[in-house]
């Protein structure tokens, strides 16, 4: 039985303080793969900045320089899945993607990635219930988000409670794919915040350069 986990995020665009976390949580919770979902443009609650496959590209430049990165059975420790930027429209809750996950691996062991800032609006997210009482979440600390104050506050979380593994990274990065985005818009220099091909990706495309607004 492996341990997987499952980081969702828009990555957009995808940042060291996202690396760091992908490796912090396999390393300090024993997961044998961390999969890289990003998020598709389908969902209504995201803003996105740019389009899917240029997200999707940035991130396969980001995974390229790691891929020595191995675990215990030798296969490379971090991938993507395009799942959620596949789905039809309809089909891109979290509660989909971690089914979708749960026949892809079912003999392993799952878990969602998440900071501690979600928990407040998890139990309002598509068919909610099923994925909190199916499935299990590594959660990360966040400065200012008390974990076991956001879980005791809704009745399916404290209900649930040990559907959540909880950790903080130790280490407090700043890093927001908002703030790179920002720097590149006003002309800041974001090149020590993500990898030097994904910030040359961002440069030859033009991307960043108008913020997206509802």
């Known amino acids: 039985m492996r341990?997987?986990?499952?980081?969702?995020?828009?990555?957009?665009?995808?940042?060291y303080s996202h690396l760091f976390t992908a490796s912090a949580v396999a390393s300090r919770k024993r997961l044998d793969k961390v999969i890289f979902t990003p998020c598709s443009s389908k969902r209504r609650d995201?803003?996105?900045?740019?389009?899917?496959?240029?997200?999707?590209?940035?991130?396969?430049?980001?995974?390229?320089?790691?891929?020595?990165?191995?675990?215990?059975?030798?296969?490379?420790?971090?991938?993507?899945s395009t799942v959620e930027l596949n789905a039809l429209p309809?089909?891109?809750y979290t509660y989909d993607t971690m089914e979708h996950f749960r026949k892809?691996?079912?003999d392993d062991e799952l878990f969602f990635i998440m900071g501690a800032d979600l928990l407040e609006g998890?139990?309002?997210?598509?068919?909610?219930?099923?994925?909190?009482?199916?499935?299990?979440?590594?959660?990360m600390s966040r400065e200012g988000y008390?974990?076991?104050?956001?879980?005791a506050a809704h009745p399916l979380l404290r209900n649930n409670d040990e559907q959540f593994l909880t950790m903080s990274k130790g280490i407090s990065m700043g890093i927001s794919s908002s703030y790179i985005r920002g720097e590149i818009r006003n002309g800041g220099d974001p090149s020590f915040l993500l990898p030097d091909a994904v910030l040359a990706y961002i440069y030859q495309n033009g991307l960043y350069t108008q913020e997206v607004v509802s």
């Open 46 to 80: 995201k803003m996105l900045q740019t389009e899917d496959q240029h997200r999707l590209n940035m991130l396969e430049l980001a995974l390229c320089a790691c891929k020595t990165k191995t675990n215990r059975f030798g296969e490379p420790l971090f991938e993507i």
């Open 90 to 92: 309809g089909e891109t």
């Open 122 to 139: 998890l139990p309002n997210w598509g068919n909610a219930e099923k994925l909190v009482k199916n499935h299990r979440f590594i959660v």
């Open 146 to 151: 008390h974990i076991d104050d956001l879980i």
């Open 3 to 15: 341990r997987i986990g499952i980081y969702g995020s828009s990555f957009d665009p995808i940042t």
């Open 104 to 106: 892809q691996f079912p």
